[in-house]
T-cell receptor, first 117, second 110 residues
Framework: GAVVSQHPSWVICKSGTSVKIECRSL??????MFWYRQFPKQSLMLMAT?????????EQGVEKDKFLINHASLTLSTLTVTSAHPEDSSFYIC?????????????FGPGTRLTVT | GNSVTQMEGPVTLSEEAFLTINCTYT??????LFWYVQYPGEGLQLLLK?????DKGSNKGFEATYRKETTSFHLEKGSVQVSDSAVYFC?????????FGQGTELSVKP
């Protein structure tokens, strides 16, 4: 149980285009989903926290107009990278937490590799 | 500060060797502490956790003890296997969020 999927697993897009990444909790309802960014050989950096039905809370330094997050249902959150540039190339990972769970109850997706050319 | 620091990798060990991966943290208050593991091509999995001082988390032969006095949560395993090869992340939880260390890559050779 507690499986989180991401789609696509990798994507290549041209500079200036937008790309959407989906994060789904497959067998549980996720009241909160988190989006992280991971650079090679580096740690996961929390980008934003999204609660179902409300606006996402972005971490300091993360551009909310560039990284659009939507959490429309208890099983789906999307991250849209708008007007992507090569510096947005990275590994994006989502996680989902169950209702009533604390920080420990985060289940992670397998990640999405974004390459902007 | 508000960070988690891990020993740098990669760490290369022979099978059945003893493993220690150091982790220290800075925080106000008493965060929950975690070790996550990322196997090649997979997402992060929770390996073990401890929620208060002197707690010991354990799973799959791995152990870590919450040391408030040294603000540490070092990961240990007495005898590693090839299948333990992965990247290990130390993390602290505070305010509903997880703050990760930079990860330590472990490679176990037969």
């Amino acid at each position: 149980g507690a499986v989180v999927s991401q789609h696509p697993s990798w994507v290549i897009c041209k500079s200036g285009t937008s790309v959407k990444i989906e994060c789904r909790s497959l067998d549980f309802q996720a009241t909160t989903m988190f989006w992280y960014r991971q650079f090679p050989k580096q740690s996961l950096m929390l980008m934003a926290t999204s609660n179902e039905g409300s606006k996402a809370t972005y971490e300091q330094g993360v551009e909310k107009d560039k990284f659009l997050i939507n959490h429309a249902s208890l099983t789906l959150s999307t991250l849209t990278v708008t007007s992507a540039h090569p510096e947005d190339s990275s590994f994006y990972i989502c996680s989902a937490s169950v209702r009533g769970g604390g920080a420990s109850e985060q289940y992670f997706g397998p990640g999405t590799r974004l390459t902007v050319t | 500060g508000n960070s988690v620091t891990q020993m740098e990798g990669p760490v290369t060990l022979s099978e059945e060797a003893f493993l220690t991966i150091n982790c220290t943290y800075t925080a106000t208050g008493y965060p929950s502490l975690f070790w996550y593991v990322q196997y090649p091509g997979e997402g992060l999995q929770l390996l073990l956790k401890a929620t208060k001082a002197d707690d010991k988390g354990s799973n799959k032969g791995f152990e870590a003890t919450y040391r408030k006095e040294t603000t540490s949560f070092h990961l240990e395993k007495g005898s590693v296997q090839v299948s333990d090869s992965a990247v290990y992340f130390c993390a602290k939880g505070q305010g509903g969020k997880l703050i990760f260390g930079q990860g330590t890559e472990l490679s176990v050779k037969p």
